[in-house]
């Protein structure tokens, strides 16, 4: 059962628009989001993240807004740039399987920014 | 800084060949972590460390071995590679005490078994 869900695959957006990544989750245990970026032949990194006593955390053209009683959250980034043409990957800590220690991932949406 | 580093970048085995992935980090981290990324699924953990000495399953840990004799190696076996192996490995480290910090990830190995 996934526990992080992603349901767009992929999402094309224009170049100075705003990219909206959508994450839904099930475990309302989780207390604490990470949003993760990765190129291409390159592992992911850090992008953001928030805790559950918060609704919005942002850092610059990136901000993450959480809605505890939808169990759902966003990524938003604006204006989009092409360096923001990645996989975005939503996560969350706590039982990544059988208990395991880890963070448990969304399958990821694939952000292509058009010029 | 180096961060994660993990050896090889590449590798193509035969079904019943066996190797080890490596994986290094030079933060003093505690936690070390295996991922293996398939079309579709996302990162799934595979196993994970929160010392030296100490290891755990994670989610998808059938035909892998690992262990922690130092804090900053972590290697990755497939005692007979099987061609449901083919993925992309990422090893990554965080600090210790909290399940909130972030990982670190490795740029990853690419293994085909053929």
């Known amino acids: 059962d996934q526990q992080v869900k992603q349901n767009s695959p992929s999402l094309s957006v224009q170049e100075g628009r705003i990219s909206i990544l959508n994450c839904d989750y099930t475990?309302?245990?989780?207390?604490?989001f990470l949003w993760y970026k990765k190129y291409p032949a390159e592992g992911p990194t850090f992008l953001i993240s928030?805790?559950?006593?918060?609704d919005k955390n942002e850092d610059g053209r990136f901000t993450v807004f959480l809605n505890k009683s939808a169990k759902h959250l966003s990524l938003h980034i604006v204006p989009s740039q092409p360096g923001d043409s990645a996989v975005y990957f939503c996560?969350?800590?706590?039982?990544?399987?059988?208990?395991?220690?880890?963070?448990?991932f969304g399958k990821g949406t694939h952000l292509i920014i058009q010029p | 800084n180096a961060g994660v580093t993990q050896t090889p970048k590449f590798q193509v085995l035969k079904t019943g060949q066996s190797m080890t992935l490596q994986c290094a980090q030079d933060?003093?981290?505690?936690?070390m972590s295996w991922y293996r990324q398939d079309p579709g699924m996302g990162l799934r953990l595979i196993h994970y460390?929160?010392?030296?000495?100490?290891?755990d399953q994670g989610e998808v840990p059938n035909g892998y071995n690992v262990s922690r004799s130092t804090t900053e190696d972590f290697p990755l076996r497939l005692l007979s590679a099987a061609p449901s192996q083919t993925s992309v490995y990422f090893c990554?480290?965080?600090?210790?005490?909290?399940?909130?910090?972030?990982?670190?990830f490795g740029e990853g190995s690419r293994l085909t078994v053929l």
């Open positions: 990554a480290s965080r600090a210790s005490g909290t399940l909130t910090g972030e990982l670190f």
């Open positions: 928030i805790s559950s006593i918060k």
């Open positions: 996560a969350a800590p706590g039982d990544s399987g059988g208990g395991a220690d880890g963070l448990t």
């Open positions: 475990n309302s245990m989780f207390d604490y």
């Open positions: 933060m003093n981290h505690e936690y």
């Open positions: 460390s929160v010392g030296a000495g100490i290891t």
